[in-house]
């Protein structure tokens, strides 16, 4: 099992105090975590036969005085990524330092930038790629785990074009875990919705445009 991470963030919003904010209580985070996984199935001639891109998206908020070092925001991070977004142990394992790092820098950034800003909308988003081989499919690997990528292709077919899934396509499990082939939801966002076709859920950062807090 060969795992990729790539974590980015941006800091969405600032805004300042409406009112006196309560003495001591720092300023409000509001961190919106995008998770886009990757599971990618090598078969034995070394090429991919089955990519599966699953996405999972959370807004936590935290007052700055809850967030009280790098460790408790690993475990923030580990929690969230894990538990809460379903990432695969290892693979959150591996990520949660950056993240917490990421998250660390773009505070503080932000505060030296201006130290009277109450409100922070903090983007992070993180890239996964899970690389698994062919012999590898259906090992255990606890609840969640990689293998949930492949679970979730199940006996469903694709809501748009009603067809079948072919391993060979590219899959794409949304946030509201509705699965679509990854050319017919793109080629459905182009005409400008960004919600999901089953349930309407809001998929805007699927398509890569910003988390709305
Ligand atoms: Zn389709
Ligand atoms: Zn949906």
Redo the contacts with the bound molecule.
Sequence with gaps: MDIDIKVTGVIAEMTHPEAIHPAGSGFLLKIGFFLNDTLKVIGEDGKVIKTQRCYEQKILTRYSTQIRDASYVEQLAYRTLHENMDMDPQAAKKAKAEVARTIMNKMESARYDDPSIWNICLEIRVECTIEINDEEVGEPNGEHGCNRLLERLGDDDCAICHEEFNSTKHIVV?T???TYHRSCLFKWFSHGTHT??????D?APVAGLPIKF
């Design positions: 949304t509201c875990h509705h999901c076709p089953t349930c309407r859920s998929l």
